[in-house]
Each structure stands twice: as structure tokens, then as C-alpha cells.
């Protein structure tokens, strides 16, 4: 707060417990009850003067959520729309062990089993040369 403007400095005060995250912000005298809270996602702060090149200025993780009535730690959702169920539909995917284990143990049979039932390629392939230079002699 120091390095802001007087005026500004003038019209908002925060006082936070850093513990806790959370304390109380008086804006232009009216005092609301502040709490920070985790996105569940970094958001990148992009800055432009001309509408065609951005320029990052911070990555966002943490906003300062100021109501009458105090909520959860996290933001579920997000700060947008598309990010409803956000935590929900990024989640890590859990695979059973059990059933993959016996699909690879199937596909591995599978590959054995062609394996024997297969003629060698590279059999086959001397087998025609050597019969094409029996041939020429002849």
C-alpha cells in the first residue's frame, strides 16, 4: 500500500490476518468483510495499449473475495463461466490396475499366439531369392 498513489491510499484500507486470510476492507468508508481465496486454476494478467500486442504483467492465484458474508476457502468454479466444475473436469483420471493388468495379459497371449502362427518374413524372402538364382542357372 505504501508504493500506491495517495489518493487511493485515501480511499481503500485493508487489514488482513495473512494466517488466516481474512480481515476486513473499508473502501470509500464502507467496510466489507474480506476473505482471500484459492482459484483453482493460475490466470494470467495481460496488459495492452494498442488492442494487438499483450503484455503479461502477473500470474493470478489468489483473489480477494470482499462480501457482506463470509464462504468457503476455494473458489470451486473459477472466476468465468466456461470454468464451472473446473476441479471436476481436469481431475487426474484413475485407471483400475486389475482390469488393465488382464488387458495386457490378453493383448500379450494375443501377440504370442500370432507369433507362432506366423511364417518368418525374412524366411520367406531368402527362400524366393534362392530359388530366383536356381532358376537363372538353369
Known amino acids: 500500500m505504501e508504493t500506491k498513489p495517495k489518493k487511493l491510499r485515501k480511499k481503500l484500507k485493508l487489514d488482513m490476518d495473512p494466517e488466516s486470510g481474512e480481515g476486513t476492507v473499508v473502501i470509500s468508508g464502507i467496510r466489507l468483510k474480506g476473505r482471500l481465496k484459492k482459484l483453482p486454476t493460475i490466470s494470467e494478467s495481460l496488459k495492452t495499449y494498442d488492442k494487438t500486442i499483450f503484455v503479461k504483467t502477473a500470474d493470478v492465484c489468489h483473489i480477494l473475495d470482499c462480501v457482506d458474508t463470509g464462504g468457503g476457502s476455494e473458489l470451486i468454479h ?8 473446473v476441479k471436476k473436469r481436469f ?10 493388468a488382464v488387458n495386457v495379459q490378453k493383448e500379450l497371449f494375443y501377440l504370442l499366439q500370432a507369433d507362432l502362427e506366423a511364417v518368418s518374413f525374412i524366411d520367406e524372402k531368402i527362400m524366393k531369392f534362392l530359388y530366383l538364382l536356381v532358376s537363372e542357372k538353369n
Not at 473459477?78 to 466444475?85: A, E, F, I, Q, V
Not at 487426474?92 to 486389475?98: E, I, Q
Request: include cysteine; proline fraction near 11%.
Open 78 to 85: 473459477g472466476l468465468t463461466p466456461p470454468l464451472k466444475n
Open 91 to 100: 481431475r487426474k483420471c484413475l485407471s483400475n490396475k486389475d482390469e488393465t
